[in-house]
């Protein structure tokens, strides 16, 4: 039976990790959890750089432990998750000295600013090495290869195209939950989840609300934290807001999973590098109603009006014009529903690691 060691994030999509791991378990593969990932962003450079250093060390050690067949790192196709992807391939290939193919993912990914970057690091030490020891990176969407294609078809060529592993039975419709949350009968609850930063529409999504005819039979859940989190909540209470808006804060992800199935509708108006959102699809499996913009896999997986709403990027007005027309429209809202719960079983986690067990074979 192969062996795979797997590079499991410290924090964020931790769940989805193991998830891969019991699946390519089920398939007969003998698999390894080791930490690989992002740092604390609140550390200096140079900590972030020993981090990375002293991981790479213990992926070293643990590879001589457990003698894999393949090396599955999660990480991003950008500047920063490159060159801590570029450090630890160099110093496995520099100091493991068995055979091994290496398998990369990544969540996300800003290809144009790796790719086309005039830096002597980036162009000269990462890129080649990454494009000559990595022997297949899996990608979430067809839109993220055509970029690199466009830029770099050699590395394109080692590219596949998969999923996340989504499991609608995580999330569970309850009482007990929406009283614990104090989410009202009467009102219809627009969810949003995820970081709070500005690139994921959050600022675009607050600044729809005045603009709704529905505004005052709703109730709009931010749930999450992040860097602009403080931020939002006061430009809430600069619009007067407060009072059809609940901000969570952080809720652990197995709680959190629960609120998708207690909503009326997700929105997720993102503008930024998605790979594959969970949110986005782990609404979608559990059959709610999703507005969202047309970007990478969202654009693969989902189609207006079976599955989606599609809303400009940065524009309220188009937020709000979506969020109206599903408040308006119950039946387009059972449609949407009863068509999520098809689509969500596509990421299912013996489909999907099926298909990444096809792409290791094939190395």
Same mark, same amino acid.
């Given at each position: ?36 990932? #992002? ?25 001589? $432990? ?49 790719? &086309? ?5 980036? #162009? ?29 078809? &050699? ?17 569970? #419709? ?49 749930? $999450? ?11 809430? !209470? #600069? ?63 989902? !189609? ?12 309220? !007005? ?25 689509? $969500? ?19």
């Amino acid at each position: 039976m192969k062996k795979i060691l797997v590079g499991v994030p410290p924090r964020h999509h931790v769940l989805l990790s193991y998830d891969e791991i019991n699946g390519l378990t089920d398939l007969g593969y003998i698999c390894k959890p080791v930490q690989y990932g #992002r740092n604390d962003s609140n550390i200096g450079k140079l900590n972030k750089l020993l981090g990375v250093f002293f991981r790479a060390c213990n992926i070293i050690r643990t590879l001589y $432990g457990f003698k894999p067949d393949i090396l599955y790192l999660n990480s991003r196709f950008e500047p920063a998750g490159s060159t801590r992807d570029f450090i630890t391939v160099f110093m496995v290939r520099l100091l493991y000295y068995r055979k091994l193919k290496i398998v990369i993912k990544t969540h996300g990914s800003e290809p144009e600013l790796l790719l &086309q970057s005039h830096s002597f690091f980036f #162009r000269r030490l990462v890129v080649p090495v990454l494009t000559k020891q990595v022997d297949a990176w899996f990608f979430l969407s067809r839109e993220e290869r055509e970029t690199v294609c466009r830029y770099h078809p &050699q590395l394109a060529a080692k590219i596949f195209i998969t999923s996340n592993i989504v499991e609608p039975d995580r999330s569970v #419709r309850s009482w007990s939950f929406k009283s614990r949350y104090a989410l009202p009968v009467d009102k219809f609850k627009v969810l949003y989840v995820g970081r709070i930063v500005r690139e994921k529409g959050v600022f675009n999504l607050l600044h729809s609300i005045p603009l709704l005819a529905c505004k005052h039979d709703c109730l709009f859940l931010f749930v $999450g934290d992040g860097p602009d989190w403080e931020a939002l909540k006061q430009e809430a !209470e #600069r619009l007067h807001l407060t009072a059809c808006i609940r901000f969570t804060g952080f809720i652990p992800e197995s709680e959190c999973d629960h609120f998708y199935a207690n909503a009326d509708m997700l929105a997720f108006p993102t503008y930024c590098n998605e790979g594959f959102p969970m949110a986005l699809f782990k609404s979608v499996a559990v059959g709610l109603p999703v507005i969202t913009t047309r970007i990478r896999a969202a654009a693969d997986h989902l !189609e207006a009006p079976d599955n989606v709403l599609w809303v400009e990027k940065q524009s309220p !007005e188009s937020i709000a014009r979506a969020i109206d027309t599903l408040y308006q429209n119950r039946e387009l809202r059972i449609t949407m529903s009863r068509n999520n719960r098809r689509k $969500g079983k596509r990421f299912s986690r013996a489909r999907v690691c099926s298909g990444m067990s096809e792409v290791m074979a094939s190395i």
